[in-house]
């Protein structure tokens, strides 16, 4: 007896129960659909927390963590900016390095006639531009020309645009940072995703905050290495030349986004395999339904299999037919929790701007798990009918 | 066709053997009409059985067609009811989801016959016993005797080399049983060995031999060709 005729065969008896058939497949259709939703926005999430930490490629970041004698002998360190101009020329000569990102910070009154808003203002050189992703809603970004003459200009972030201009376009205005007046060239979209926070800010390029702030410090200095493979190297170097140059320890030392992203990673592996977990018992539950469901069809068919039997069914026969057939209920299941699954999850994504990813190995394994529910769960009770006596099924009422 | 050496079949109930059948010796030859009688509990009913392989005896041989069947397993015993043995049932025993047509297709779906031969031979089958017109009936639409000749036709379809029926008419009024004896007669003119299980020596004048059963032994014969 081919496959095929055991498939038809399995959909024509689930047919004859339609409702039973339906309840016992929402068991595997939930379970199935809340594996596919958990994994689809696991993975989605874990792609994007990648993209967020590891979006400005190739990049190492340099930073300062003053050992217990520094702090000893000078409380205040903290407030002081790390780096210098000499830093940077430092470690632009080290070869794999394409560029560095150098940014200064300080904390300022922003005032626009008679409104204030505090703000930081970032002094930021022309590599910052190149590395970031920088997107401006209105007007324009800083030229190069900007950067070198140190020009009185600044981009606004969208949130000190609301603070300052109420939806007003603020081109061309003059707010004045500390008591400089400085003119607004350009501001930057709004920000979206999950690590994006909206701060009031005001970028300046590095020229125009040292006058401003009358200060020739540099908070933070990011470098970008020519390749991916590079950047270990680069950072580790950067900080040996950077420890020497001050005569400090081990004091400066660099953050490898790609370890966060990798632990971010992990989070998330261990997030979607604990829901995912909990999703697997509702399967196994379904699994239970489908097994109880067949056990009841079986003692409902008893004469039906006696009926097989006297007519030349072999046992095997009759136990293929039952695997089949509760493969078939939840293979459908399955299929159908899968789609369900899937929607629900891009719905989900779409609300929650949150990519939502489906492999085909999900799908595949989907497919594949619910009918190892079926054959699984149909085993004792397949077993139960081939075991059946013909001549006392064939008296059953 | 049929060859019974000193079957016994016994079930062990609390420790001793109940003996149903004792020491049955019985040949039926190709192309017989025999029927078997006997009251219910003269053991029948497991004769039939084991005629129609559905059971193994105790001990004894029995020779179907030529094969040693007493101590095959399930599988063998499978293949040849399916291949050798057609069978009617007094309650037709037919699939209630089915169509007469499908329920005809049965035992050649477990022989392994394809799909349109199949239906060839089961549309065949099916105008033999008079129902051309009612092959996509379910059985519930089907009257006693229309069930009982699908079942018929259903025995019949694979060519078995026995017909075995179990009270055939067991279910049915006196006019309609006599049409299915007429079939039964007919199929017999045409070759068919046949074996009628009954306890109504009416039907079982049908029959060209009789084999009374009585507390697990054979009694009487009459009518044999041996």
Known sequence: MSLM???????????????????????????????????????????????????????????????????????????????????????????????????SSAFSTVRFREKTSDSSAIGINQAYLDVNDIEIAKGRGFAASDFISGRRVTMISSFMQEE??????????????????????????????????????????????????????????????????????????????????????????????????????????????????????????????????????????????????????????????????????????????????????????????????????????????SMIIGIVFGLLPANKAAKLNPIESLRYE | MIIMENIIKSYKIAKEDLHVLSHINLTIQTGEFAAIMGPSGSGKSTLMNLIGCLDTPTSGNYYFAGENVASYKDEDLARIRNSSIGFVFQHFQLLPRLSALKNVELPMIYAGISKSERRDRSEEALRKVGLADRMDHLPNALSGGQKQRVAIARAIVNEPKLLLADEPTGALDSKTSETIMEQFTKLNDEGATIILVTHEAEIASYAKRTITVRDGRIVSESGGIT
């Open chain 1, 5 to 103: 005729e055991n498939l038809l065969m399995a959909v024509g008896s689930l047919q004859a129960h339609k409702l039973r058939s339906l309840l016992t497949m929402l068991g595997i259709i939930i379970g199935v659909g809340a594996v596919i939703i958990v994994v689809a926005i696991g993975q989605g999430g874990e792609a994007m927390l990648k993209s967020q930490i590891a979006g400005s490629g190739n990049t190492i970041e340099l930073f300062y963590q003053p050992s217990n004698e520094e702090i000893a002998a000078n409380p205040n360190i903290y407030n002081q900016a790390p780096f210098s101009q000499e830093d940077i020329r430092l470690v632009e000569t080290i070869p794999g390095v394409k560029q560095v990102v150098a940014t």
């Open chain 1, 164 to 369: 300052l201009f109420e939806g007003k376009s603020p081109i061309g205005e003059i707010i004045r940072i500390g008591a400089q007046p400085v003119e607004i060239i350009g501001v930057l979209k709004k920000p979206t995703g999950l690590l994006a926070f909206g701060s009031v800010e005001a970028y300046l390029p590095y020229n125009t905050w040292k006058t401003i702030f009358a200060k020739n410090e540099i908070t933070q200095i990011t470098l970008q290495a020519e390749s991916a493979d590079q950047i270990k190297r680069i950072g580790q170097t950067a900080a040996k030349k950077v420890n020497l140059l001050h005569g400090t320890e081990d004091s400066y030392q660099v953050i490898n986004m790609e370890e966060i992203a990798q632990g971010l990673g992990q989070i998330t592996k261990i997030m979607t395999l604990i829901i995912g977990s909990i999703a697997g018992i509702s399967l196994f539950v379904g699994g239970i339904g489908v097994m109880n469901i067949m056990l009841v069809s079986v003692t409902e068919r008893t004469r039906e299999i006696g009926i097989r039997m006297a007519l030349g069914a072999t046992r095997k026969q009759v136990l293929t037919q039952f695997l089949i057939e509760s493969m078939t209920l939840t293979l459908i299941g399955g299929i159908v929790g899968i789609v369900i699954g899937w929607g629900t999850s891009a719905l989900i994504s779409f609300f929650a701007g949150w990519p939502s990813l489906i492999s085909w190995q999900v799908v595949a394994g989907g497919v594949l798990f």
